[in-house]
């Protein structure tokens, strides 16, 4: 093609060709490059809308025993959450490998452990036992390293409780103290810990995701985290638009119903508020059950419907 075809195909006019036997005038042609641009444009919006136009779905557990985990996993969950006594922070390596190897043959996915400071050493008060909780801290912690763990819930309502007469903003700097003094163990054995706020039938101190939040930002850690629990947001008038607010801190979720913390779908409680703000903030953790079960291998399965169909709804 000569130098004229090739201007007249730069600006999409006739384009001329010469040949051995003289002038010859082409019909107008398309510009194949636009032409090109234009279909890239339309796999992208085609391609693209197919990959976020899907049902957000977050991974799901259950708190429970691990010997549950079979059951679990076949009903279709990811982890299962277990408690921290499970760990045995006050035991000998070997008691606790006898656990270890119980993970192992199960094969089970374990996303966190609750309960995290027993109430036999508080955190708080006149009296608080924060160098025993240490020693027991460093030990979970070290422990849910080695199982590969990578949450350690702290809830601890009664641990963390502020006695009658004691200043709270005191027992909130003790508590803001112990955090930071485990802080760097978490991090040590790349664990995250996550603070749950409880209702205040369980604890006064944190009862909200605003409260502990503001513990997060106290201790300026990255291993010391947030966790919301619908179940506990719903108990105290909680909206959904604060998981919004904090949601850069959450790596952890839980629920159950509001009236008798029973499993999603025993009552037909609406979660999908509290979904759509996990969807929001980019929520890629997991939502664990934990529930007061009456029949656990009846009712995992139609709980765990039951929360897919509603964030299928979004």
Not at 27 to 39: G, H, Q, R, S, T
Not at 185 to 190: D, F, G
Not at 260 to 289: H, M, N, W
Request: glycine share 6%; with cysteine; hydrophobic share 40%.
């Amino acid at each position: 093609m000569g130098l004229k075809a090739n201007a007249a195909y730069r600006t999409g006019m006739h384009a001329v060709y010469e040949t051995d036997h003289g002038r010859r005038e082409s019909v107008l042609i398309l510009n194949d490059m636009k032409v090109f641009y234009y279909a890239i444009l339309l796999m992208c919006l085609i391609f693209g809308t197919t990959s976020f136009s899907g049902p957000y779905q977050p991974d799901f557990a259950v708190c429970t025993n691990v010997s549950d985990y079979p059951l679990l996993e076949a009903a279709g969950y990811e982890y299962v959450e277990l408690n921290v006594a499970y760990l045995m922070p006050d035991k000998s390596d070997a008691e606790f490998q006898v656990h270890l190897d119980e993970i192992k043959e199960l094969k089970a996915r374990v996303i966190s452990c609750i309960s995290f400071i027993p109430g036999s050493l508080p955190l708080t008060g006149p009296e608080p036992k924060q160098d025993e909780a240490a020693l027991w801290a460093d030990s979970a912690l070290r422990r849910a390293g080695i199982a590969g763990i990578p949450y350690i819930v702290f809830g601890s309502g009664k641990a963390r409780n502020v006695p009658e007469n004691f200043s709270k903003e005191q027992a909130i700097g003790q508590f803001v103290s112990f955090c930071k003094r485990i802080a760097p163990l978490a991090q040590k054995y790349k664990v995250t810990v996550v603070i749950e706020p409880l209702n205040r039938a369980e604890t006064n101190l944190i009862n909200s995701l605003g409260e502990g939040a503001r513990i997060v930002e106290a201790v300026d850690h990255p291993n010391v985290q947030l966790l919301c629990d619908i179940y506990h947001m719903m108990r105290e008038d909680e909206p959904p638009s604060e998981i919004v607010k904090y949601g850069k801190y959450i790596r952890h979720c839980h629920i159950a119903e509001k009236e008798e913390r029973t499993s999603p779908g025993t009552k037909g409680d609406d979660f999908t508020p509290y979904f759509k703000a996990l969807k929001q903030i980019g929520y890629k953790g997991c939502v664990s059950i934990e529930c007061n079960w009456k029949e656990i291998d009846k009712e995992i399965q139609p709980a765990l419907s039951y929360m897919r169909r509603q964030f299928e709804a979004l």
